[in-house]
C-alpha cells in the first residue's frame, strides 16, 4: 500500500496484463482499481482475468476493486470488404442500414443502429472515429444518411459515430447490458459503470436491474453524451460515482470545451459527495512508449489539481507494451501533483445544512486534523460511509478506513486518500476498541509511540451510518 499517494489508479486489464508477471508488477506499482471493459473480449476471457488480479493481489495483501464497465449504446458503422477505405475531402458517402455488415466501400457502409436516420436532420456534422473524419448531413431517407465528407482520411471497420452536440436517442442500456449486469454479479465486481447515459432515471433504471439481480455494486455513470452536462446534477445524485469519460464526450461537445467542463463536473461531483474518475487518453503515448509526453503529464497533474479521485489507464495497460511503466508514470506524476499547497487547503461550503451525524463528525475530524498536527485518522467504519465523507474535504493527512467488510473495504479503494485495512472489532472489548485499532497500524509500521491521531467510531457496531464520535489519542498512552 502506498500511502503517501492519495490519487487513486484504474487499470484496465486486457492482453497485455495476461502474462502474470506483469500483472504483479502492476499491482505492486500502484493499480488498485482494475476495470473490465465489456466493449471487448468474451465473458469467460474476462472472468479469468479478474481471477488473476484476485489472486495476485490476495497473495501480497493488498486490497483491490473490481470494475465491470458496460459497452452501452455505442453507435457504430459497419466493416469494409476491404476493412478500410480512404475517404477525400469533398467526396460523397452514403450511410445505409440495410446493407451487409462487411460489404462497405469507398462510397458506402452500414450502420449497427438503425434508428441513426431518425435521430439527424440536413447539416448535422457527424463525427466518426473519435472525431478523426468529419461527415456534413445532406440528404436523410428512410434507412439512408447521405453525407459529404469535411475531413478524410482513413476510415476502418467499426469506428464510432457522434452527432456534434449530441442528440442521438439509443436507449443507456443494451439487451446485451442488460445480461452484462447479471454477469457482473455472479463475477462479484464492485462497480458497474454505465456507459452513455442521458439522465438520471438511465441510472436508476440500471439500479433497478441491479437490485433484480441480487446485486448491491456502486454504480459509476460515464459522463460522455452532451445530454448528461445539462443533467449532471441529477445523474450525480442518482450515482455513486462519476467517470469522465473524455473520448465520446469531448467528440460531442468539442474538444475545446472539455477542459472546463471537466472541472465543472469534479467540483459538483465533490460537492454532492461522490467520487470521481477522470478518464481517456491520460498517458495515450505510452501504448508504445516508455516514458509520456509533458502534455500528458500535465493532463494528469491537472486532474490531480482539480480534486479527481482516481485517474484511468485505458490501452496504456490493456495493449500497451509497458504497462507496469504507464502505472508507475501515473503514480509519480501524482504524487507530485499532490505537493502543491492547493491541494491541501481546506474547503468546504460554510452554507453546507449537515443533515447526518456521520456528515457532521467527518467535518469535525478533517477540520481538527488541517489545524492541528495530526498523524492519521483511524475511521472504524461498515459501510465506508465516514471515510468517503472526509475524503471530500482536502487535506495531505492519510484516512485509513478500518472494516471487517472486504466489500466495504473493496469499495473504499476509490476514494481519494482512503486506505483500507481488514479489522475485525467484534471480539475486542468496546473499552480498548481505539487501542486495539491504533495497534493494528503500530503493528504495520504506520504509526510509532508519540503520533497523534484522531479515531473515529460509532457506538454500535454492524450499524451503517452511526458514526458518531470523534477521539483525539496519543500513540502509546
Do not use: W
Not at 446534477?233 to 477542459?259: C, K, T, Y
Amino acid at each position: 500500500m502506498n500511502t503517501l499517494r492519495r490519487t487513486k489508479i484504474v487499470v484496465t486489464v486486457g492482453p497485455s496484463l495476461d502474462d502474470l508477471s506483469m500483472l504483479e508488477r502492476v499491482i505492486l506499482a500502484g493499480g488498485v482499481i482494475f476495470r473490465a471493459n465489456f466493449s471487448h473480449g468474451e465473458m469467460d476471457v474476462h472472468e479469468k482475468r479478474i481471477q488473476n488480479v484476485r489472486l495476485l493481489a490476495e497473495k501480497h495483501g493488498i486490497s483491490v476493486a473490481i470494475l465491470v464497465d458496460l459497452q452501452g449504446p455505442k453507435i457504430r458503422i459497419g466493416k469494409f470488404i476491404n476493412h478500410q477505405v480512404t475517404l477525400v475531402e469533398g467526396q460523397k458517402f452514403v450511410l445505409d442500414t440495410e446493407l451487409g455488415d462487411a460489404l462497405g466501400n469507398e462510397h458506402t457502409v452500414s450502420l449497427g443502429y438503425r434508428d441513426l436516420p431518425k435521430d439527424v436532420r440536413v447539416d448535422d456534422t457527424l463525427l466518426l472515429d473519435d472525431g478523426r473524419i468529419v461527415f456534413k448531413v445532406i440528404q436523410v431517407e428512410v434507412n439512408k444518411i447521405f453525407c459529404h465528407v469535411l475531413v478524410g482520411g482513413v476510415l476502418s471497420d467499426n469506428k464510432g459515430i457522434n452527432r456534434l452536440g449530441g442528440g442521438l436517442s439509443a436507449a443507456a442500456l443494451t439487451d446485451k447490458d442488460r445480461v452484462h449486469i447479471k454477469e457482473a454479479v455472479r463475477l462479484n465486481a464492485d462497480y458497474i459503470a454505465v456507459s452513455f447515459p442521458r439522465n438520471a432515471d438511465d441510472i436508476h433504471l440500471a439500479r433497478t436491474l441491479l437490485q433484480a439481480a441480487g446485486g448491491t455494486q456502486g454504480i459509476i455513470a460515464k459522463i460522455e453524451r452532451s445530454e448528461a452536462i445539462t443533467h449532471i446534477e441529477s445523474i450525480i445524485q442518482a450515482s455513486d460515482a462519476i467517470m469522465i469519460a473524455r473520448g465520446d464526450l469531448g467528440v460531442e461537445i468539442g474538444d475545446a470545451e472539455l477542459p472546463a467542463v471537466q472541472k465543472k463536473i469534479i467540483k459538483i461531483a465533490r460537492t454532492f459527495n461522490k467520487p470521481v474518475i477522470t478518464a481517456t487518453q491520460m498517458l495515450e503515448t505510452m501504448i508504445n512508449n516508455t516514458i509520456p509526453t509533458r502534455a500528458e503529464v500535465s493532463d494528469v497533474a491537472n486532474a490531480v489539481l482539480d480534486g479527481t479521485d482516481a485517474v484511468m489507464l485505458s490501452g496504456e495497460t490493456a495493449v500497451g507494451r509497458y504497462p507496469d511503466k504507464a502505472v508507475a508514470a501515473m503514480d509519480r506524476i501524482c504524487l507530485s501533483a499532490e505537493k502543491h499547497n492547493s491541494v491541501k487547503i481546506m474547503r468546504y461550503p460554510k452554507e453546507r445544512q449537515m443533515k447526518q451525524v456521520d456528515d457532521a463528525i467527518a467535518m469535525a475530524t478533517m477540520y481538527t486534523a488541517n489545524h492541528l498536527t495530526i498523524k492519521a485518522i483511524i475511521a472504524l467504519t461498515e459501510s465506508g460511509t465516514t471515510p468517503l465523507l472526509m475524503s471530500r474535504i482536502n487535506s495531505n493527512i492519510p484516512i485509513y478506513g478500518l472494516s471487517r467488510h472486504p466489500v466495504t473495504l473493496r469499495l473504499m479503494n476509490l476514494y481519494r486518500g482512503v486506505y483500507p485495512i481488514l479489522f475485525e472489532p467484534t471480539h475486542i472489548d468496546r473499552r480498548i476498541l481505539n487501542k486495539a485499532a491504533i495497534a493494528e497500524l503500530q503493528n504495520r509500521g504506520i504509526l510509532s509511540a508519540g503520533d497523534r491521531v484522531i479515531v473515529t467510531k460509532g457506538d454500535l457496531i454492524g450499524v451503517h451510518g452511526r458514526t458518531n464520535s470523534m477521539k483525539i489519542m496519543i500513540v502509546g498512552e
